[in-house]
């Protein structure tokens, strides 16, 4: 079975420092991988994904993910931390033999200080 | 284009009252996702179909069941609502049937509170 960790339920940074969201995958094949943003009291919205293409994927508000297979991992970054960026991020797998179906990690709540 | 659209926003039920949830959307896609979110546990899939008139179990399908009305519509059903059933339930849906790599478009969410 796919499962995702994402390490910290909770990241604080400062307003213009680099976000680093961790995330990691358990998988014997590379799967695909996605990272969704959830607002308050909204719904997920697609940040960027990786479809074996290439490895490093740019998304948009500027952010940004790197697929490394031999660390199976797939972090989410951005270099610049803005207010507006909190929010809870996911980090989710799908892979083509469970159809289109996505797991996701348990979230990453990320506070912007000013 | 409202994307994929939920009613009601907020529900408070009583244990073992039923409801339904409605869930629609409009961009002509083949398949449509129910999930639940809890806190720290991230978002787990109950039901979805693949294409109309296409239905199947999730990962925690137990006390749910769904109807693919249409292609657009895509309801979930809570025959005896429990307290363990409280939860924000987000309705998705994607282009293609299974299609991987696909982007799932997300509705604003149904807050179910079972008292």
């Known amino acids: 079975a796919q499962s995702v960790t994402q390490l910290g339920s909770h990241v604080s940074v400062s307003e213009g420092a680099l976000v680093l969201l961790r995330c990691n995958y358990s998988?014997?094949?590379?799967?695909?991988l996605f990272w969704y943003v959830q607002y308050p009291n909204q719904g997920l919205q697609l940040l960027l994904k990786?479809?074996?293409?290439?490895?490093l994927v740019k998304g948009i508000n500027g952010f940004e993910a790197e697929f490394k297979k031999s660390e199976t991992s797939f972090h989410l970054t951005k270099p610049s931390a803005h207010m507006s960026d909190a929010a809870e991020y996911f980090c989710?797998?799908?892979?083509?033999?469970?159809?289109?179906?996505?797991?996701f990690g348990a979230g990453t709540i990320l506070r912007v200080k000013s | 284009n409202a994307g994929v659209t939920q009613t009601p926003k907020f529900q408070v039920l009583k244990t073992g009252q039923s409801m339904t949830l409605q869930c629609a959307q409009d961009m002509n896609h083949n398949s449509m996702y129910w999930y639940r979110q809890d806190p720290g546990m991230g978002l787990r899939l109950i039901y979805y179909s693949a294409s109309e008139g296409t239905t199947d179990k999730g990962e925690v399908p137990n006390g749910y069941n769904v109807s693919r009305l249409n292609k657009r519509e895509f309801s979930l059903r809570l025959e005896s609502a429990a307290p363990s059933q409280t939860s924000v339930y987000f309705c998705?849906?994607?282009?293609?049937?299974?299609?991987?790599?696909?982007?799932?478009?997300f509705g604003p969410g149904t807050r179910l509170l079972v008292l």
């Open positions: 990786y479809t074996s293409a290439a490895t």
């Open positions: 989710a797998v799908s892979r083509p033999e469970y159809g289109n179906k996505l797991v």
């Open positions: 998988s014997s094949v590379p799967p695909y």
């Open positions: 998705a849906s994607s282009g293609l049937a299974g299609g991987p790599g696909e982007t799932q478009y």
